[in-house]
């Protein structure tokens, strides 16, 4: 499953295509609103980064999206 931390514009959009192509995606956004259009789109989202690295399956993949100030907090 891949995970991907960042569900704005363009995390979402490479989300759902991933989706499309029949990959498990899971995802998690410090926004609600984000989170929120995620789960519209049928994704699996997680409403903590915890939640987020604690999910089943190995071996695991973080793909982070944003901006560098956000990753840094992130990381």
């Known amino acids: ?3 991907l931390i960042g569900l704005g514009k ?3 959009g ?6 499309r192509k029949g990959l ?6 410090a926004s609600a609103e984000a989170r929120e259009r995620a789960r519209e789109a049928g ?4 409403d903590t980064l915890e939640a987020l690295a604690n999910l ?3 071996p ?6 944003g901006p ?3 990753e840094d907090r992130v990381l």
């Open 1 to 3: 499953m891949m995970r």
């Open 10 to 12: 363009m995390g979402l």
């Open 14 to 19: 490479m989300a759902r295509r991933l989706h």
């Open 24 to 29: 498990e995606v899971a995802g998690y956004d």
């Open 43 to 46: 994704l699996a989202v997680q």
């Open 56 to 58: 089943p399956g190995k």
């Open 60 to 65: 695991r993949l973080f793909w982070l999206m």
């Open 68 to 70: 560098h100030e956000v």
